[in-house]
């Protein structure tokens, strides 16, 4: 009897505790875009593990459909991602993708990524201004995929891969320059992008029916609408 009793204050512990848990964090469905979508159409999920508690940063830990982590990390908002503190990505297969710093939503600090065989990718310092709400990022040193490196203390030849979008060129004291080439595999076009140290001048993407857009800046380049000029 007493043996039954206390197999039972087992069961409604482990039963409390669970609801204590659902209570205390909240798991959202997102896709590959970052929206929030259900339970039957999603690409991964995001928990908020102290959701109900009110606090000054919320553990936030997004994982994959094979139930391995995505990403992880600290958020100012609870309800909106504002990524603040040191953020760890992964790889499906659990591997370390890059470990960067943030400030109030900006990346802020050093910068590390590795291949998936997690080979070192790059190593880059990324600046962030809350004044002047301006952003930098020096890249440092690259290696290409055969452990060659391509940019050495800030000057070489360097391509990256940021979701859609791929592209290639210069590096001159951490810095875009010159002639880069690159395609956006979202919005199905190629572009080449003039830089002169970091700072977009002139660009031309093309579209699938080659339907080409002159931009010169990164805003024109994303609404595809010229800037007005100030009278």
Same mark, same amino acid.
């Given at each position: 009897m007493k043996k039954k009793l206390f197999i039972l204050f087992l069961l409604v512990?482990?039963?409390?505790?669970?609801?204590?848990?659902?209570?205390?964090?909240?798991?959202?469905?997102?896709?590959?875009? *970052?929206? /929030?979508?259900?339970?039957?159409?999603y690409s991964y999920t995001r928990v908020i593990t102290n959701y109900s508690q009110k606090s000054v940063r919320y553990v936030v830990t997004d994982f994959y459909k094979n139930g391995r982590k995505k990403m992880t990390g600290a958020t100012l908002d609870k309800d909106i991602l504002k990524k603040d503190g040191q953020f760890i990505y992964y790889y499906k297969n659990g591997a370390k993708e890059s470990v960067v710093d943030y400030s /109030?939503?900006?990346?802020?600090?050093?910068? !590390?990524?590795?291949?998936e065989n997690q080979i070192k990718k790059?190593?880059?310092?990324?600046?962030w201004d809350p004044k002047t709400k301006k952003s930098q990022t020096l890249i440092l040193n690259f290696w290409d995929p055969d452990k060659n490196q391509t940019v050495v203390d800030g000057n070489g /030849?360097? /391509?990256?891969?940021?979701?859609? !979008?791929?592209?290639?060129?210069?590096?001159? *004291?951490?810095?875009? #320059?010159?002639?880069?080439?690159?395609? *956006?595999?979202?919005?199905?076009?190629?572009?080449?992008?003039?830089?002169d140290r970091g700072i977009l001048i002139s660009g031309v993407s093309s579209?699938?029916?080659?339907?080409?857009?002159s931009y010169s800046s990164l805003?024109?380049? #994303?609404?595809?609408k010229k800037a007005e000029k100030k009278k």
């Open positions: 512990l482990s039963l409390n505790t669970s609801a204590q848990i659902n209570v205390v964090s909240k798991k959202i469905f997102l896709d590959s875009l *970052d929206r /929030e979508a259900t339970p039957e159409n /109030e939503d900006h990346k802020k600090g050093k910068e !590390i990524n590795w291949y790059c190593e880059k310092q990324n600046f /030849e360097y /391509e990256e891969t940021d979701k859609f !979008i791929t592209q290639k060129g210069v590096v001159k *004291d951490g810095l875009k #320059q010159g002639v880069w080439q690159g395609n *956006d595999i979202l919005r199905k076009t190629t572009f080449i992008n003039n830089y579209d699938e029916n080659n339907t080409k857009l805003n024109e380049k #994303q609404t595809g």
